[in-house]
């Protein structure tokens, strides 16, 4: 199977993808690794494996951006991951890869997503409200933002000492696992 990761920033996400096809515990092939920003730090980790990288400036590209990234993946790929990456994928792409586009967000969905709802904002909130629990979902995009059919969840627990910051950490470790469990559940049901 062959799947495109598209980013926006660190790429840890994407590391820990590369790192279980080297342990073997992910059988599949990165062709592309796109960012929509030109100094994502992960569009490294991908050329330190050779991995082909494209940047789609959202700035530049900004309503044609799914459509450019469609042309780019093409029929090429059997699926596309978003790995922390902050663009909404509009239009055709939706519909050519219907269920097959999944994303990683860092809280128990539909907690704290939605529109405005990224990066340490999601921690500050799952903080304010003082929740017990919180998590990361991997679910398949559709049109709206965060509401795709969840795939599976990894829950930590929020301790009265934690921070936005700490709370982040702990949930970035679970998301590490849960995307390389998500894509091998996919894999799965393909070889069905
Ligand atoms: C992760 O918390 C992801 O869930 C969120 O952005 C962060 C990206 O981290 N959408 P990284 O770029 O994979 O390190």
Request: glycine share 8%; aromatic share 6%.
């Amino acid at each position: 199977m062959k799947i495109a990761v598209l980013i926006s920033g660190r790429g840890s996400n994407l590391q820990s993808i590369l790192n279980a096809i080297r342990k073997n515990t992910l059988n599949c092939v990165v062709s592309f690794v796109i960012s929509d920003r030109e100094d994502a730090a992960g569009l490294i980790r991908a050329q330190k494996r050779g991995i082909p990288t494209y940047v789609v400036d959202r700035k530049i590209w900004k309503e044609r951006l799914s459509d450019e990234i469609l042309r780019i993946v093409s029929d090429q790929v059997d699926l596309i991951v978003l790995a922390g990456f902050l663009s909404l994928l509009k239009g055709e792409i939706l519909n050519k890869y219907k269920n097959r586009i999944i994303n990683i967000h860092p809280s128990l969905i539909p907690a704290f997503c939605g529109k405005g709802m990224y990066g340490m904002k999601v921690h500050e909130s799952a903080i304010t409200y003082r929740v017990g629990y919180s998590g990361c979902t991997v679910h398949f995009v559709d049109e709206g933002m965060d509401t795709g059919g969840i795939i599976l969840q990894k829950i930590v627990k929020v301790n009265p000492e934690d921070t936005p910051d700490t709370l982040a950490k702990k949930i970035l470790k679970k998301e590490h696992q849960a995307i390389v469990e998500a894509i091998n559940l996919f894999l799965q049901e393909e070889n069905h």
